[in-house]
């Protein structure tokens, strides 16, 4: 069984940065294709980014391209999720999820291809 905890979340200025963390146990990370979603209130959970083990170019929704980033240590076991520039619409439950799978990147986007979820954080951009 693989677990993921998520840390990192808080309340910032439109501008500023957060830096997520994934820690994942029960699988080495190197053997998952891991990718973060965020729901915010009253709307669908949607896709962020994923990276997928055996591609070195993430994926990205429009709505971040150029603002965040994912990386993964498999040393640590940890992916990050690096965002810049925050605008209040990027406020939401960031969720870390992962599969054991090797995702095609048309499903990578799909909430449903992941097998393991975290509990969530909250990022709450506001001035």
């Known amino acids: 069984q693989v677990s993921l905890v998520e840390s990192g979340g808080g309340l910032v200025r439109p501008g500023a940065s957060l830096r997520l963390s994934c820690a994942t146990s029960g699988r080495t990370l190197s053997n998952l294709d891991i990718g973060w979603f965020r729901q915010a209130p009253g709307k669908e959970r949607e896709f962020v980014t994923v990276?997928?083990?055996?591609?070195?170019?993430?994926n990205y929704a429009d709505s971040v391209k150029g603002r965040f980033t994912i990386t993964r240590d498999n040393a640590k076991n940890t992916a990050y999720l690096q965002m810049n520039n925050l605008k209040p619409e990027d406020t939401a439950i960031y969720y870390c999820a992962a599969t054991a799978a090797n995702l095609i990147l048309s499903s990578t986007t799909q909430a449903s291809q992941y097998n393991y979820w975290g509990q969530g954080t909250q990022v709450t951009v506001s001035s």
């Open positions: 990276s997928r083990r055996n591609r070195n170019s993430p």
